[in-house]
């Protein structure tokens, strides 16, 4: 079983959609959750970071952790076609072999003016 | 600021045959790794180095060798490129005590035929 998992889509919303991607873990030991976007051959790129359970909002973009469900969830409103990339979740323990994050195999997100 | 900066962004190797790729970063973190990002597969850590002279196995280590002589470059070796080593190669970095996510490079796609 993978560490995280996450569904890989892909998702295709018309614009102004609200937007759902999830992410599912099975280590309990995670503690930190970040959301990263990928544009087309790209570095991917830090969008959300989130330290243990609760929601944190930044402009369109929601970040949501519940850690008793091991299920994250970064949420976008009102869509952009500029919002369209990979979407990757990933997350670290408090205490881990070089702090290493692991990684979901991202979904990837259409949004069609 | 140049932030995590690879080299070269394109190569197409023949079976056998060796590379090193380099990776450099000039924000004075410690922490480096090496990931590969295949269809699918999502993000595999190679190896990664919690400082200088250091360097340690991660994921999927087999075919690739690393480096670490300088704080601030980290370098992936390839001595014998096999077909099965086609894919997207990044390098990361971060301080020791951070947990809030990775600065990535623009990554090297490699191909090996």
């Known amino acids: 079983q993978k560490e995280v998992e996450q569904d890989p889509g892909p998702l295709s919303v018309p614009e102004g959609a609200i937007v759902s991607l999830n992410c599912t873990y099975s280590?309990?030991?995670?503690?930190?959750f970040m959301w990263y976007r990928q544009y087309s051959r790209k570095g991917p790129e830090l969008l959300m970071y989130t330290y243990s359970s609760g929601n944190k909002e930044d402009g369109r973009f929601t970040a949501q952790v519940d850690k008793s469900s091991k299920y994250i969830s970064l949420f976008i409103r009102d869509s952009q076609p500029s919002d369209s990339a990979t979407y990757l979740c990933?997350?670290?323990?408090?205490?881990?072999?070089?702090?290493?994050?692991?990684f979901g195999t991202g979904t990837s997100l259409t949004v069609i003016p | 600021n140049a932030g995590v900066t690879q080299t070269p962004k394109f190569r197409v190797l023949k079976t056998g045959q060796s590379m090193t790729l380099l990776c450099a970063q000039d924000m004075n973190h410690e922490y480096m790794y090496w990931y590969r990002q295949d269809p699918g597969m999502g993000l595999r850590l190679i190896h990664y180095s919690v400082g200088e002279g250091t360097t340690a196995k991660g994921e999927v280590p087999d075919g690739y060798n690393v480096s670490r002589l300088k704080k601030q470059n980290f370098l992936l070796g390839l001595e014998s490129a096999a077909p099965s080593q086609t894919s997207v190669y990044f390098c990361?970095?971060?301080?020791?005590?951070?947990?809030?996510?990775?600065?990535f490079g623009s990554g090297t796609r490699l191909t090996v035929v």
């Open positions: 990933a997350m670290s323990a408090l205490r881990g072999t070089g702090n290493q994050f692991y």
């Open positions: 280590n309990s030991a995670f503690q930190y």
């Open positions: 990361a970095s971060k301080y020791s005590t951070a947990n809030n996510g990775y600065t």
